[in-house]
């Protein structure tokens, strides 16, 4: 018997459904609707799910999944484990949040998120302010936005997200392909993505439901 709690992914503007591996084991996923907004969701036996690597990497799929699908779909995404305890109360929270999940749907309309790193030898010495100015002046001319991720690392030379439009993407990886070829040989350097606009997102739910 499916459970009626529902474990969401994010939020979108129209409807899709799809067999794929979700959280928590769940073998479809689809959308429950308020209005001009559909959350992306999987039935969940449980309203803690396992915070395992499978679990996590499910949650990212499925997001990606929705990236590509239908020739590209926009999406605010959740953090993992939110979790809601039927369609009445997730649907509340799609009312109270209208406006701001609204928002930031128009805000990354037809974006993605794409990642960077720059990592140096342990105990080099670098000229971390030339090589940053060196790439914001690539990478800015083809992206929307950037988030400072933190420097976690004392190799970590640079740790950023930027916020691409679909059609710039091409023009993107030019830039990054530039990068690598001129700090690739000194440096190790990291690029990933596509991701679901996580770091250009700020909307606070609060407590499970």
Do not use: C
Not at 73 to 84: D, I, S
Not at 88 to 109: I, S, T, Y
Not at 158 to 186: C, H, K, P
């Amino acid at each position: 018997m499916a459970s009626t709690h529902l474990y969401t992914y994010g939020i979108t503007d129209d409807g899709v459904e799809f067999e794929t591996e979700g959280v928590g084991d769940a073998t479809r996923v689809y959308t429950v609707e308020h209005g001009s907004l559909a959350a992306i969701v999987s039935d969940s036996e449980t309203m803690e799910p396992d915070r395992s690597d499978e679990n996590l990497r499910a949650h990212d799929d499925v997001l990606q999944e929705l990236l590509y699908r239908d020739g590209g779909r926009t999406v605010v995404p959740m953090q993992f484990g939110m979790v809601f305890k039927n369609a009445r109360a997730l649907k509340g929270v799609l009312r109270g949040g209208r406006r701001a999940f609204r928002k930031a749907l128009n805000d990354v309309e037809g974006h993605v998120e794409l990642g960077l790193k720059i990592l140096a030898d342990e105990g080099a010495t670098v000229d971390r302010e030339a090589i940053v100015a060196a790439v914001q002046e690539r990478l800015d001319p083809v992206s929307d936005g950037e988030a400072e991720n933190g420097l976690f690392s004392d190799r970590l030379v640079l740790n950023r997200s930027y916020l691409v439009e679909r059609d710039d993407r091409a023009a993107f990886d030019e830039a990054v392909d530039a990068i690598i070829d001129e700090y690739g040989e000194t440096f190790t350097v990291q690029y990933t993505g596509p991701w679901a606009p996580y770091s250009f997102v700020d909307i606070e739910i609060g407590a499970k439901r």
